[in-house]
């Protein structure tokens, strides 16, 4: 039967394509589309905007995308295999879907876009934090995006929204709570995927601030929460010796006293902190 889009269940594509999925390539796909539907909902309104999407596959997301009203999709998969899949999906949408068959790290994709532009993927978990870290560190700010919804490991979903005061919060929650709104908008279940993974997933929702949280100089920041979480179990004044001759009178001036660990420094404090160290 075909589904509401006309086009074939996503079984049925896989079998016609051969596309078996390939763990190298972090293939795990999504074939229901009423759960795709649903990820691409909590991307935001999508008729004004590009999206682009990361690794389509058999194109299951790609579809809810669509069938969502994306003004246009760009889906960047490097596996050649995926092209005839997805070209009958761009025939069943007119003028909506450019599909690039080449690998994410290395192509320039804002050259295919027109603003505004969200980020929807469920993402080769084998790439997923190496692109949100790009995304979140471009050379200027705002970046090219207005929001990234994206499928991580639940585990690793975690980390970027984690407080203060646990074992998940490190550099990737300080890196994604300064620049953006972070939230876990899913959980989904080893079974929702195909073939299914060893671990749980999640969709994350992160969107973007006009402007980081609390001032700081993103290089300066970027150093001092380096070092302080390279050490983690140590005081601050002895992970953070390195990083200022005079270390403990920054750590006064920003307000945070030298006893404390990493893990209970909120991003304002790293932020103050970078500011004191940044001040000389
Ligand atoms: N979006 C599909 C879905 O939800 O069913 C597939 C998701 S699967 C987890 C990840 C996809 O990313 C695969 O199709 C894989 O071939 C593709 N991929 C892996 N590495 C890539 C890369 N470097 N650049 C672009 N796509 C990549």
């Known amino acids: 039967m075909a589904a509401i889009d006309g086009l074939p269940p996503l079984r049925a594509v896989i079998a ?6 390939k763990k190298s390539l972090g293939q795990n796909f999504l074939l229901d589309l009423n759960l795709t539907a649903k990820i691409a909902r909590q991307a935001g309104d999508l008729s004004q905007c590009d999206v682009l999407e990361i690794g389509p596959g058999p194109g299951g997301l790609t579809r809810g995308l669509l069938a969502e009203g994306a003004r246009r999709v760009l889906a960047v998969e490097k596996d050649a295999r995926c092209m005839a899949a997805l070209a009958e999906i761009a025939a069943a949408y007119p003028g909506r879907l450019e599909v690039v068959n080449a690998d994410a790290l290395t192509l320039d994709a804002t050259a295919h876009l027109t603003p505004p532009i969200r980020v929807v993927a469920n993402l080769p978990y084998n790439i997923g934090t190496e692109l949100l870290v790009r995304w979140l560190t471009p050379p200027a ?9 994206l499928m991580f490991q639940k585990e690793v979903a975690e980390r970027i929204v984690a407080q203060p005061g646990g074992k998940a919060y490190g550099r990737l929650a300080i890196l994604a709570q300064w620049r953006t709104e972070a939230k876990i908008v899913m959980t989904l279940p080893p079974e929702a995927f195909t073939p ?16 980081p949280l609390y001032p700081a100089d993103p290089a300066v ?9 390279n050490q983690r179990r140590k005081m601050l004044r002895a992970s953070l010796k390195g990083v200022a001759p005079d270390i403990e009178a920054k ?8 006893t404390m660990r990493a893990e209970e420094v909120s991003v304002e404090g790293f932020c103050a902190l970078a500011r004191a160290v940044a001040a000389g």
Do not use: M, N
């Open 221 to 229: 920041l970027s150093r001092v929460v380096a070092a302080a979480f």
């Open 141 to 149: 700010w705002p970046p090219f995006w207005e929001s990234l919804t």
């Open 16 to 21: 016609t394509h051969g596309l078996s999925a």
């Open 196 to 211: 299914p993974p060893k671990i749980h997933s999640a969709v994350v929702h992160l969107a973007r601030r006009d402007a």
């Open 251 to 258: 750590l006064h001036a920003a307000g945070l006293a030298p």
